[in-house]
């Protein structure tokens, strides 16, 4: 097969994409409603149904990743850990210096504040997923460039698609316009929802609120990140 021709499985998100888009201009239109079946429904679902395997072979073809500059100074590539079909997905920017040893996102003093803040949403990390847009460190904790990301978030995006989860943090600004494809701060998105398309026609919801490691240094922000959870608890059925 051509590096150019779609494979089956992207042949059928396309058509399900597109799919999806019809159904959702009929269901908005006043004349009526689209009724799909039950069987339909499940096949639809059965399509991109979330499964460990696709995310490990998301791992897997990104192998010993030299794709960008990023891997030129990492220890470890910090794919991502969690639940395959989680609800929930928390994105930050990039790996930082503890990331980067052990291999795992937000284990540091950041990654202990987003523990809590998972833990007060009667969650924990084995039933959340948490991923990066860059999946290396990028040198002295900068902000990944551009390039960096446009080659890395391709994963990250299949990553979304293998998971389907209902909703989608992003902590602080690098993810957030990011994934929004927006100029705008964090400041003046935080609090609201946004909706991110997926490359297979799907669309998930997306809550921008503070990176914890700001929170670290602005404990008075803590307030706004509680009322951020708490939209996203009651998006995904959990009491607060
Ligand atoms: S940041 Fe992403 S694209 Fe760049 S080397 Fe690491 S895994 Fe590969």
Same mark, same amino acid.
């Given at each position: 097969m051509s590096m150019d021709q779609p494979t089956s499985r992207q042949a059928a998100a396309r058509v399900v994409g597109l799919l999806a888009d019809y159904l959702e201009f009929y269901r908005t239109q006043p004349f009526g409603r689209v009724e799909i079946s039950e069987r339909t429904s499940g096949l639809l679902d059965g399509l991109f149904a979330p499964t460990a395997e696709d995310l490990t072979a998301i791992r897997a073809e990104l192998?010993?990743? %030299? *794709?960008?500059?990023? @891997?030129?100074? *990492? $220890?470890?590539?910090?794919?991502g850990e969690g639940s395959? $079909? @989680?609800d929930l997905v928390l994105v930050g920017e990039g790996p930082g210096f503890e990331e980067d040893v %052990?291999?795992?996102?937000?284990?540091g003093r950041a990654g202990e504040l987003l523990t809590k803040i998972i833990a007060a949403m009667t969650l924990d990390r084995s039933r959340v997923y948490i991923a990066n847009i860059v999946k290396c460190r990028p040198p002295g904790n900068r902000d990944p460039r551009p390039d960096e990301i446009a080659t890395c978030l391709p994963f990250l995006m299949r990553q979304l698609m293998a998971i389907v989860p209902r909703a989608v943090i992003t902590l602080g600004n690098v993810p957030t316009r990011t994934l929004l *494809? $927006?100029?705008?701060g964090i400041t003046r998105l935080r609090g609201h929802w946004h909706r991110l398309a997926l490359p297979d026609g799907r669309t998930v919801d997306v809550m921008p609120t503070f990176h914890p490691a700001f929170l670290l240094r602005n404990a008075a922000k803590k307030k706004e990140v509680w009322h951020d959870v708490q939209l996203v608890m009651d998006r995904i059925g959990l009491k607060s």
């Open positions: 192998g010993d990743c %030299q *794709r960008c500059a990023l @891997a030129e100074g *990492r $220890t470890n590539l910090v794919f395959a $079909t @989680a %052990q291999g795992r996102p937000f284990v *494809r $927006t100029e705008t």
